[in-house]
């Protein structure tokens, strides 16, 4: 808000407003989310009012940020104890690949959230030696696919069925499909939500043809103009 604190009203009715255009999923990531402005209290406070927007209507996963285990566990626990579903999980900024299958086997020890991996983060894209480790763990189930189409194509060829493997954009969704993506994020659903509805009610008509037209139409101009400032001006303006 314009005296930086956490806008509990906005989001409550940007929940609602995609809540009422059919849109049930939600998640909030680190970088697109703007999570690292936030303080780890205020990140505390976005969580349970996630949850309490959406009730019993869908699914809501929060993110941690690049912590080491400790607070990556405290966070989990509180996140599920305010109603989250499921917590995507930020890898710490530096590590090996044991201490990252440690982290990952601590949460799933100390939490029943569905874990979420991010394909890329500050360590880069995750290795596919540490990506097949961490398959072994049941409560990892979905990647934020954002490193590049061919490391998404590379994990939907080989984690199928295992791990939804969503997409940044409805492009990469529209590339995955051949490949099993099922996901995507979608851009419009946080101030156009009935632009997000009715790419959705294309895919799942099969009308790819029609899905493509909408990407080209509104995603494609949206990404092109994109920055910050651009988004939270869509935002304020919707």
Same mark, same amino acid.
């Given at each position: 808000?314009?005296?930086?604190?956490?806008?509990?009203?906005?989001?409550?009715?940007?929940?609602?407003?995609?809540?009422?255009?059919?849109?049930?999923?939600?998640?909030?990531?680190?970088?697109?989310?703007?999570?690292?402005?936030?303080?780890?209290?205020?990140?505390?406070? #976005?969580?349970?009012?996630?949850?309490? !927007?959406?009730?019993?209507?869908?699914?809501?996963?929060?993110?941690?940020?690049?912590?080491?285990?400790?607070?990556?566990?405290?966070?989990?626990?509180?996140?599920?104890?305010?109603?989250?579903?499921?917590?995507? #999980?930020?890898?710490?900024?530096?590590?090996?690949?044991?201490?990252?299958?440690?982290?990952?086997? &601590?949460?799933?020890?100390?939490?029943?959230?569905?874990? #979420?991996?991010? !394909?890329?983060?500050?360590?880069?894209?995750?290795?596919?030696?540490?990506?097949?480790?961490?398959?072994? *763990?049941?409560?990892?189930?979905?990647?934020?696919?954002?490193?590049?189409?061919?490391?998404?194509?590379?994990?939907? *060829?080989?984690?199928?069925?295992?791990?939804?493997?969503? %997409?940044?954009?409805?492009?990469?969704?529209?590339?995955?499909?051949?490949?099993? %993506? #099922? !996901?995507?994020?979608?851009?419009?659903?946080?101030?156009?939500?009935?632009?997000?509805?009715?790419?959705?009610?294309?895919?799942?008509?099969?009308?790819?043809?029609? !899905?493509?037209? *909408?990407?080209?139409?509104? &995603?494609?101009?949206?990404?092109? &103009?994109?920055?910050?400032?651009?988004?939270?001006?869509?935002?304020?303006?919707?």
């Amino acid at each position: 808000t314009a005296d930086y604190k956490v806008d509990v009203a906005g989001l409550r009715r940007m929940i609602q407003r995609a809540l009422d255009n059919g849109l049930t999923v939600f998640e909030l990531t680190y970088g697109d989310g703007r999570l690292w402005a936030l303080n780890y209290e205020e990140m505390k406070l #976005v969580a349970p009012t996630m949850a309490e !927007a959406l009730g019993n209507k869908g699914i809501t996963t929060m993110c941690t940020g690049p912590w080491w285990t400790q607070q990556t566990v405290e966070f989990a626990r509180y996140v599920e104890s305010v109603g989250c579903n499921g917590l995507q #999980v930020m890898l710490p900024e530096k590590g090996t690949e044991d201490g990252f299958v440690k982290h990952f086997e &601590e949460l799933a020890r100390h939490t029943r959230l569905a874990l #979420v991996l991010r !394909a890329a983060g500050f360590t880069g894209a995750i290795p596919m030696k540490l990506l097949a480790r961490l398959m072994n *763990i049941d409560s990892v189930v979905a990647m934020k696919q954002d490193a590049d189409e061919t490391y998404m194509r590379e994990c939907l *060829i080989h984690y199928r069925g295992r791990l939804n493997s969503y %997409a940044g954009n409805w492009e990469w969704l529209l590339l995955g499909l051949p490949y099993g %993506a #099922v !996901a995507s994020f979608g851009p419009f659903s946080t101030f156009a939500p009935e632009i997000s509805a009715r790419f959705w009610k294309a895919v799942w008509a099969n009308d790819l043809n029609n !899905a493509r037209q *909408i990407t080209e139409k509104y &995603e494609h101009q949206w990404l092109h &103009e994109f920055s910050y400032p651009f988004w939270h001006a869509s935002l304020e303006y919707f």
